[in-house]
T-cell receptor
Framework: AQTVTQSQPEMSVQEAETVTLSCTYD???????LFWYKQPPSRQMILVIR??????QNATENRFSVNFQKAAKSFSLKISDSQLGDTAMYFC?????????????FGKGTLLTVNP | DAGVTQSPTHLIKTRGQQVTLRCSPK?????VSWYQQALGQGPQFIFQ???????QRGNFPDRFSGHQFPNYSSELNVNALLLGDSALYLC??????????????FGPGTRLLVL
């Protein structure tokens, strides 16, 4: 079974600064997907970024980028130029690739607060 | 283009009762997954429906059951409610097209409180 660990229950950052959220996972699979989801206080889960394990290049979406270290089973999220609207719970998630297995396994989340 | 919708938004039940939650997937999506999110925790996978059949199931008892309709909408039923069933129930939809089926889009959730 896969497990996802987010070791930082809470983090805070000043507006316009950069913050990195950590995520490690445990799997015996070689092909898989990794995701970061954001859940603001309004509670709707929003996809932030995704990474395919077979791709060596780190994914980037505007101010959000990841540092994917497959050998270390590490998948951190970097948020640049933090904005007040980035305040939310951030969840790291794993999905095995292929077959009919498309369930997400989530970590416990990191609560990020962006301060003005 | 409507996203994933869920109803109701909130629900209060008492122990032993039964509840039905509803989900309409995003347009163009034919696969629906259900997750339970306890307070302060990450979502836990309950099951996934595709072509009106349960395709995969997480570690949840048989009290949790579901259904998918021909229009791809889905219901989650929970029988004999326990206090521990109090949680936010999230529905997620995805397409079955190769290369896209791994990305799930979530609805706003249904907050269930069992007294």
């Amino acid at each position: 079974a896969q497990t996802v660990t987010q070791s930082q229950p809470e983090m805070s950052v000043q507006e316009a600064e950069t913050v990195t959220l950590s995520c490690t996972y445990d799997t015996s699979e070689n092909n898989y997907y990794l995701f970061w989801y954001k859940q603001p206080p309004s509670r709707q889960m929003i996809l932030v970024i995704r990474q395919e394990a077979y791709k060596q290049q780190n994914a980037t979406e505007n101010r959000f980028s990841v540092n994917f270290q497959k050998a270390a089973k590490s998948f951190s999220l970097k948020i640049s130029d933090s904005q007040l609207g980035d305040t939310a719970m951030y969840f790291c998630a794993f999905m095995k690739y292929g077959g009919s297995n498309y369930k997400l396994t989530f970590g416990k989340g990191t609560l990020l607060t962006v301060n003005p | 283009d409507a996203g994933v919708t869920q109803s109701p938004t909130h629900l209060i039940k008492t122990r032993g009762q039964q509840v039905t939650l509803r989900c309409s997937p995003k347009s163009g999506h034919d696969t629906v997954s259900w997750y339970q999110q306890a307070l302060g925790q990450g979502p836990q996978f309950i099951f996934q429906y595709y072509e009106e059949e349960e395709r995969q199931r997480g570690n949840f008892p048989d009290r949790f059951s579901g259904h998918q309709f021909p229009n791809y909408s889905s219901e989650l039923n929970v029988n004999a409610l326990l206090l521990g069933d109090s949680a936010l129930y999230l529905c997620a939809s995805s397409p079955s097209d190769r290369g896209y089926q791994e990305t799930q889009y979530f609805g706003p959730g249904t907050r269930l409180l069992v007294l």
